[in-house]
């Protein structure tokens, strides 16, 4: 198509206000009479609290208020099912770091002098350190909620009769996978102020990603009408999901706040956001996967065992997605999942860019890669042979519409010079290749509800300007700018002539978040439809001034013209000023709902989405065979984007993803030890600062060479599926596949680090097996699975009993 | 009863401008730049000294202004982000950065242009590792750096031909 925005390389919309320091992140914002809030945090991994004193902190000078969970009898937590967290603990201690009291004062230096006065008394319990301790220790409880013991979630899927079809394939592959935990570790740290606004409801401005999932838990725990407490989600600073909790220190200002009549902020320290965390899960999993000797695959079975940490988080969300979006990349006739998430004394885990399935995509391409190497395949066209059809149906009933994914890995294979390089690198060089899929949104809310994902309002004067309002939420993944181009676009105006008013629930219609890739698609589609009602309106007032019929009218450049007759125009503010005098005040609204997902199942709700995204990655490795050390010189990626709306952003998420992948793969780790007993014993995070959790910097980085791939897909605006995750997703086992094709040793374990190769080529050396990863998955008491046929064996996408089946067949 | 510390008055010189100042002696450059002369452009990280979003540029090399006290800046010309502007007229380095995908977020980005400033007022021709090199201590999460590279090379090329 033919677009005057959509698609050109352009300014983003808030590039000027970045680059010249004027935009406003939340620490960035003053209020007279401000106090300064700090919070006490436990020592402890896991402890009762037997007495809080705070009487000496409250009489230090400068100390206006202080905080303990006594103020917060009501729990919240981000999923109605996980309702377990208290802005400030009471009774219970579940992490180093979980926070128990919070001082308000003049300013930061003296909040925090306070805090070293108050006197807490704890009764040290027993630890857990891992899933494996979770489930060989059910007490003490970490929460008295959940499965049993110390299990969260367990849950069990089967879609068609996996034994069966394991037993009747040319070969089984068995094998065992580790993911570690990582975090986001956004640049800016988190910051909240909450005040009293003059018409004397709370005002809370703070760097969240959901503004609206926000509020309704601040409602809740305030115990306010929503609507006297508007969140202003200020510019975020990088999210990558961290910011997608309700956080203790947003309810604890805003209580102070109400307390003190004063505003109150809080800038978490660095140290702080590394137990703020909710990142990546470490995930152990075990893939038993079926194919037949030409290498399709004919079953899977999937477990997984998910570390959740201390509270609940998105951790039900994050344990489908273990699993669900597994078999949206290739042909699997059979499938089943089971997971398991239990409780840790460590801080939460949550979503984090790939929300759950960097983990299992990780297993998935790595075993790939061992099948094709078994069979003497090559692992390009081993995929190719078995890639998902468009508009078709995955075993578990996802709908998948359109997909780049073949044409995706063709482009990266020609671009990498991939057929010149797999397995013919001298010795220490290697290229390996991954795919993923990732979804455009998630197709169901995280509380129940009917309503729209996405609202968009848009308001027109006789100025010219273009107001549009939404509640989507700004976290420099450009969310703005695609508002700001859809509108021009849609009505033919220059995006500096649209005015974007976001993320600020006093103000702006419901937008759900900036989560699961879904702000293009969601936003996108309901401001699509708001335009759309305001062009019906323009074209009817200018019409008749036009001599042509309303269907007729053109919008582009500025002008509204009759089709085919260019000598029949006005400029847009003139066609603005007709309508507004026909019909008064110009406006409209538009909103998106998700389609119904095809599964009828319970749980059938994770996974669905409008669209789904491919990418496929190469990734060229040089490994020095006496240090273990990985040096990676390239990178080529391949998106399946539907249609770019503004490339310089599109290509700089997709650069930004594989970075953050490449990161993940090499050096990232939110990991914990324990102190020794006479220090405590404590479970403490390794490497809470910037200096000592590593992640990549200017020199590490390689180039990427990107290729967006451009098919548009009919569900997304103008054919734009997401780009903010995916691309992240392959590069993971691109890099454990390009090691292997380097030095012959695999990695079965993310991070790869120089160590682990090391001690792979040692056991190579030793003719052991030359593989460093888990060494047995435990016993996990998954539950008997719910049975469902796959669409092509009957049923309609409901559970059926597994006995039944074969008669239903 | 107040907890204010005793206050220190001085006059830093802060963008070619001479500005008197009172804070409390114990305060970093950052806190002094953002919480006492409301220069909030320069980002903090960290403060620590680990992130480099709180570089600024004094007597025209880098600093991070989280690792040196206000006190120490006297008499020194201190040059922020908000600075770097002619008028309204955006830095080639600002526009480069708004144009081809430098800044996402937008929170190192004033620590990256300051970096990168004082790299091309020493060397306006410098090679792609060089600007490697030259920002290695300042942290990206969104970018994957390849457009920040890209950016500084697009500025200098841009302040090269102004040059001409």
Known sequence: ?809 | MSAVPDRVHMTLRVNGEALPVSFAPYKTLLEVLREDLNLTGTKHGCELGECGACAVLVDGEPLLSCLELALACEGREIQTVEGLANGNELHPLQAAFADVGGSQCGYCTSGMLMTAKALLDKEPAPSRERIKEAIAGNLCRCTGYQQIWESIEQAARVLREKRK
């Not at chain 1, 020592?43 to 103020?71: F, K, N, Y």
């Not at chain 1, 068995?174 to 909240?192: C, K, W």
């Not at chain 1, 976290?475 to 500096?496: F, K």
């Not at chain 1, 990734?619 to 984007?641: F, M």
């Open chain 1, 1 to 809: 198509m033919n677009f005057d925005t959509i698609g050109k390389p352009r300014r983003r919309v808030d590039g000027r206000a970045k680059a010249t320091g004027q935009l406003r992140f939340a620490d960035d914002l003053a209020a007279a009479r401000m106090l300064h809030c700090r919070l006490l945090r436990s020592p402890h991994p896991h402890a009762l609290i037997e007495s809080i004193d705070v009487s000496r902190a409250q009489s230090h000078p400068g100390v206006h208020l202080v905080l303990t969970g006594e103020q917060f009898p009501i729990p919240y937590g981000i999923m109605p099912v996980a309702q377990d967290e208290h802005a400030l603990a009471r009774e219970r201690v579940r992490f180093v770091g979980d926070p128990v009291a919070a001082v308000v004062a003049t300013d930061e230096q003296t909040a925090g002098e306070a805090l070293g006065l108050i006197e807490v008394k704890y009764r040290p319990l027993a630890t857990v350190s891992s899933p494996e301790e979770a489930l060989a220790n059910p007490e003490p409880r970490i929460h008295d909620y959940g499965e049993q013991g110390n299990i969260h979630r367990n849950q069990s899927y089967e879609f068609g009769d996996v034994d069966e079809a394991l037993a009747k394939s040319d070969h089984v592959f068995e094998d065992l996978f580790f993911y570690e935990g990582n975090t986001h570790l956004p640049m800016e740290q988190q910051a909240s102020l909450a005040s009293i606004e003059g018409d004397g409801k709370l005002l809370l401005q703070t760097s969240t990603q959901n503004p609206h999932y926000l509020h309704r838990q601040l409602a809740r725990v305030l115990q306010l009408p929503a609507a006297h407490i508007r969140v202003i989600a200020t510019p975020n600073g990088g999210g990558f999901g961290g910011k997608c909790d309700p956080a203790n220190h947003e309810f604890v200002v805003c209580k102070a706040a109400l307390l003190l009549g004063r505003p109150v902020k809080i800038c978490l320290n660095r140290e702080e956001v590394f137990y703020q965390h909710r990142g990546r899960h470490p995930v152990l999993m075990k893939f038993r996967t079926g194919v037949t000797k030409e290498g399709r695959l004919t079953a899977m079975h999937l477990q997984t065992l998910l570390d959740g940490g201390a509270y609940g988080s998105h951790g039900p969300a994050s344990t489908f997605y273990t699993g669900v979006l597994t078999p949206v990349t290739y042909e699997l006739p059979r499938f089943k999942f089971e997971a398991c998430r239990t409780f840790t004394n460590k801080p939460a885990c949550g979503p984090k860019r790939g929300h759950g399935t960097p983990q299992p995509r990780f297993g998935q391409e790595v075993q790939l890669d061992k099948i094709a190497a078994k069979l003497g395949l090559d692992p390009a066209a081993l995929r190719l042979n078995m890639v998902t059809k468009p508009d078709s149906l995955t075993a578990s009933w996802l709908r998948i519409g359109s997909t780049g994914l073949a044409e995706c890995i063709r482009k990266v294979v020609e671009m990498s010079g991939w057929n010149d390089k797999h397995r013919k690198l001298p010795p220490g060089r290697g290229v390996g290749l991954a795919c993923s899929s990732y979804m455009c949104g998630a197709g169901v809310s995280i509380y129940w509800n009917k309503l729209p994902h996405s609202g968009v309002q848009l308001l027109l004067d006789r100025s010219g300007q273009v107001t549009v309002y939404c509640g989507a939420t700004e976290l420099g993944q450009g969310s703005d700018d695609v508002l700001a181009a859809i509108i021009s676009e849609a009505l033919g105006i220059d995006p500096s002539f649209v005015r974007c008013v976001t993320g600020d629930t006093g103000i702006t219609p419901i937008d759900l978040g900036s989560y699961s890739s879904r702000v293009t698609i969601m936003m996108g589609n309901a401001a699509l439809q708001a335009a759309g009602r305001v062009r019906e309106q323009l074209a009817a007032a200018c019409a008749a001034q036009l001599d042509t019929l309303p269907e007729r009218v053109r919008f582009s450049r500025g002008r509204v013209y009759a089709a085919g007759e260019p000598g029949k125009a006005m400029s847009f503010v003139e066609a603005v000023a007709l309508a507004e005098a026909k019909f008064g005040t110009l406006g409209a609204v538009g909103s998106y709902s998700p389609p119904k997902a095809p599964g009828r199942y319970k749980g059938a709700g994770v996974g669905p989405s409008p669209a789904y995204s491919f990418s496929a990655c190469v990734l060229e490795t040089e490994v020095d065979p006496q240090t273990g050390w990985i040096t990676v010189p390239k990178i080529w990626i391949a998106h399946d984007i539907g249609q770019a709306i503004n490339p310089v952003l599109a290509r700089g998420q997709v650069i930004g993803g594989v970075y953050m992948g490449l990161g993940e793969a090499l050096m990232e780790e939110q990991a914990f030890r324990r102190l020794p007993a006479k220090l405590s014993g404590a479970l403490v995070h390794r490497t809470p600062s910037m200096l000592e959790y590593k992640s990549l910097t200017s020199l590490d980085m390689p180039e990427v060479e990107v290729a967006l791939i451009e098919d548009p897909d009919p569900n997304c605006p103008y054919g734009a599926k997401e780009v903010g995750q995916g691309p992240l997703l392959p590069v993971m086992p691109a890099l454990a596949n390009a090691v292997y094709d380097a030095v012959g040793v695999r990695i079965d374990e993310v991070p790869i680090t120089p160590d682990k190769v090391l001690r792979a080529l040692e056991k190579k050396a030793r003719g052991e097996a030359p593989r460093v990863g888990p060494e047995s998955f435990p016993a996990v008491p998954y539950p008997a699975p719910m049975f469902v046929l796959p669409p092509w064996e009957g049923g309609d996408g409901s559970e059926v009993k597994k006995n039944d089946a074969a008669a239903v067949v």
